[in-house]
């Protein structure tokens, strides 16, 4: 059922599965879903994309799917898996986290790597929505890191029906990766990633005109964006508060539920030693493979397909009883 990772001939460079799995991503992002409203306690709102097969019915499994950095709802990957998912009867639902994507004119705050709170209240939401459902969260990159901090503060603070949690390539150091990117021949994805951001920070600022408009040094990098303005509209001090409070890594350890994290160790942006390092511990099942750069996997997925990683995810989910 698990088939090892490998990539596709001449493919197993990092950077070119990173590059060419992006530029992949464009040909198949539409897909019919009807949208929800979910209210935050602050006022304000996320929009969610939900697929529902025609199979599903009231008590039948949810999973609720979360993009990455600079992503939204219709980032490839996301796409892929709902299409894997919902022909196993399972309803899919996919977020758009505060001033991404279609979020970004219902929310004057915006995402960030701690933003489990949003997560949460969007799952407490499709269980009333969809009650006695088992729910399933799964998360890519940065969205990775927010479903694992959700998961290990539930431990604490459970959230009933959450049963299962994935991750991909999810930065849980974050500090670690941050200094990653700082290095060659990583910096292209460090100036893209602060161009990104930039760009949707200043078309966020264009919605709310009376929030203060930020300034941006050129050729910036992201750990000078996440200084000049995702710590302050966090609410930290400066970019390492913002990294070591934010990052899953401390609370994995605590997750009681059945979580799968996925990850390359030749992922050129994502420190996997801190994942390597959680290797045997309770509930977590770790699956690293030599390959496959940042969300790129480019290899047979055993049904046809070169996407291995979004059917990995999808064969983990679909192997436990409660999610079939």
């Known amino acids: 059922m698990f088939r090892d990772f490998r990539p596709l001939p001449l493919l197993r460079n990092p950077h070119v599965q990173t590059i060419l799995a992006v530029l992949l991503n464009d040909w198949q992002r539409a897909m019919s879903a009807r949208r929800r409203l979910v209210r935050l306690p602050d006022g304000d709102r996320l929009q969610l994309f939900d697929s529902c097969p025609r199979t599903w ?28 998912l919902l022909p196993c009867g399972m309803r899919v639902l ?10 970004m004119h219902l929310a004057r705050s915006t995402y960030n790597a701690a933003c489990s709170g949003d997560v949460r209240t969007a ?6 929505w969809c009650p006695g459902s088992p729910l399933a969260l799964v998360g890519f990159s940065l969205g990775g890191n927010i479903v694992l901090k959700l998961a ?10 959450l049963i299962a949690v994935a991750a991909v390539n999810p930065p849980i150091d974050l500090e670690a990766s941050c200094a990653m990117l700082s290095r060659p021949p990583n910096r292209f994805y460090d100036r893209f990633f602060a161009r990104q951001l930039s760009k949707q920070a200043l078309q966020h600022v264009e919605l709310f005109p009376d929030l203060p408009r930020p300034s941006f040094p050129r050729n910036m990098t992201l750990r000078q964006f996440d200084e000049l303005y995702t710590a302050p509209r966090g609410g930290y001090a400066d970019a390492l508060e913002y990294y070591r409070q934010a990052s899953a890594l401390p609370l994995v350890p605590r997750i009681a539920l059945p979580t799968l ?15 390597a390092a959680l290797q045997g511990a309770a509930n977590l099942h770790i699956r690293l493979t030599d390959h496959g ?23 983990w989910l679909t192997s436990m009883p409660a999610l079939t």
Do not use: N
């Open 57 to 84: 019915a009231p008590g039948r499994p949810v999973v609720l799917l979360v993009h990455g950095l600079s992503g939204c709802h219709r980032s490839g990957y996301l796409v892929r898996l709902a299409r894997l």
């Open 94 to 103: 996919r977020m758009d986290l505060r001033g991404a994507g279609a979020s």
């Open 152 to 161: 290990g503060e539930a431990a604490a603070r459970p959230l009933p029906g």
């Open 261 to 275: 994290i996925l990850s390359a160790r030749d992922d050129p942006f994502v420190a996997v030693e801190p994942i």
């Open 123 to 128: 799952a407490a939401a499709i269980l009333r």
């Open 293 to 315: 750069g940042h969300l790129g996997y480019l290899g047979a997925d055993g049904r046809g397909g070169i996407h291995w990683a979004e059917r990995h995810v999808a064969a």
